[in-house]
């Protein structure tokens, strides 16, 4: 389990993140969500330990009991419990698409050890996973943005890590591909890993996740199961703008509805509470 305590984290002399405490565990996947600009990059770059943090503690609990301080560990020792899928990457270098890969095995290296065929094979079979074995010589910078996710996931897969953080990783994938990532997360989960990931969909966060974080303004404003907090009255709120909620048409899963403003009844309407007593009734 990762458990954050009273996290304070800025840019300059601006603070974005105020005493945030939260704890996401193994066997589940966590969504963090909010709208755009509420901290959420932000507070997953300083869970991850790639950016600083002015006061607060990320510890890693593991089953044995011992903890162990996340943000002290160096970047080496990090990259072998957790992979990290950013929102953004910059590549300066043309690199092939599977030199991007491999390097999620760097972390398990031995010092001055090559690859070995091992590594190579799971590099591969990662590719293939992530429905881009075909982009092996490819260079990255001649990919598509869908396609660069891809590779970004596959990096991630190939680091066999029992954690996961991703950063809005479906942002640039089409249906089925966003379906191949969030089923693959779900069974990374369900086999025990921690998957910790930012998303805008939210109905693609109630299809998967079992519990969701909702930040706003560098505050937790939302925390608990998926079931739980993902209500029309609390989305309604947190997105200040009314949104309906409906189970999936495949079961009971609640599925979020944006009301446009042509749909909206002035006189019936004036705030996400009434709106739950329309839609109620
Ligand atoms: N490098 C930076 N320097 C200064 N301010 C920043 C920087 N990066 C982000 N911010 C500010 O910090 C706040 C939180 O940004 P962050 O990217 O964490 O939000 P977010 O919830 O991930 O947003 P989005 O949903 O739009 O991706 C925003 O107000 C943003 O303008």
Not at 245 to 253: D, E, N, R, T, Y
Request: glycine content about 10%.
């Amino acid at each position: 389990m990762i458990q954050v305590q009273n996290l304070s984290v800025g840019y300059g002399r601006r603070r974005v993140l105020s005493d945030v405490s939260l704890s996401v565990k193994p066997g589940r996947m966590t969504g963090l969500l909010g709208p755009n600009g509420s901290g959420k990059t932000t507070l997953m770059g300083a869970m991850g330990g790639v950016l600083p943090v002015r006061s607060g503690s990320v510890q890693l609990l593991d089953e044995d009991g011992t903890t162990r301080d996340f943000l002290s560990m160096d970047a080496r020792q990090r990259a072998q419990v957790l992979s990290f899928i950013p929102q953004k990457v910059q590549t300066s270098f043309p690199l092939r698409c599977s030199t991007i890969v491999m390097m999620g095995r760097y972390p398990h290296l031995s010092s001055f050890a090559n690859y070995s065929e091992d590594d190579i094979i799971g590099a591969r079979q990662a590719m293939e996973r992530a429905g881009i074995a075909h982009l092996w010589d490819r260079s990255v910078d001649a990919i598509s943005g869908g396609e660069l996710q891809r590779v970004l996931f596959a990096r991630a897969l190939a680091q066999k890590t029992n954690i996961m953080f991703l950063d809005e990783p479906s942002a640039s994938l089409d249906m089925a591909g966003t379906v191949n990532m969030f089923d693959m997360l779900r069974e990374i989960a369900d086999d025990g890993g921690l998957v910790f990931v930012t998303v805008h969909d939210l109905n693609l966060a109630a299809l998967y996740c079992d519990e969701l974080i909702f930040l706003k303004h560098g505050e937790i404003v939302g925390n608990g199961r998926t079931e739980d907090v993902f209500t029309e009255e609390r989305l309604s709120e947190i997105y200040e703008t009314p949104i309906r909620v409906q189970p999936h048409a495949l079961g009971k899963v609640p599925q979020a509805q944006a009301v446009p403003r042509a749909f909206r009844n002035d006189a019936l309407f004036s705030g996400a509470s009434k709106l739950t007593k329309r839609c109620a009734g």
